[in-house]
Nanobody
Framework: QVQLVESGGALVRPGGSLRLSCAASGSSVNSYAMNWHRQAPGKQREWVATISSGGRLNYANSVKDRFTISRDNAKNTVYLQMNSLKPEDTAVYYC???????WGQGTQVTVSS
């Protein structure tokens, strides 16, 4: 089993940047795919980005060229660098370990002036 803890959410102005972290314990993050998902108020949870065990990256069209998913094997942590943030990026962001069907508790990102 793997446990996931997200951090880094905050209130940020449109056009700003944030980096979210997802610290894993119980298993090495480089051995399975990791996703970021988000859920805005009143909407279904949606997929944002994936990093595979082999390092392949995939992004939702809505965040492509603005967000970057990465992994630090030494820290057993996955990151989501978010640039050029928009109000529509406001959501609770979750990391998800695909192989273990395990979710973190989420971290709130609010983009507002």
């Amino acid at each position: 089993q793997v446990q996931l803890v997200e951090s880094g959410g905050a209130l940020v102005r449109p056009g700003g940047s944030l980096r979210l972290s997802c610290a894993a314990s119980g298993s090495s993050v480089n051995s399975y795919a990791m996703n970021w998902h988000r859920q805005a108020p009143g909407k279904q949870r949606e997929w944002v980005a994936t990093i595979s065990s082999g390092g392949r990256l995939n992004y939702a069209n809505s965040v492509k060229d603005r967000f970057t998913i990465s992994r630090d094997n030494a820290k057993n942590t996955v990151y989501l660098q978010m640039n050029s943030l928009k109000p529509e990026d406001t959501a609770v962001y979750y990391c998800y370990a695909v192989q273990y069907n395990s979710w973190g508790q989420g971290t709130q990102v609010t983009v507002s002036s």
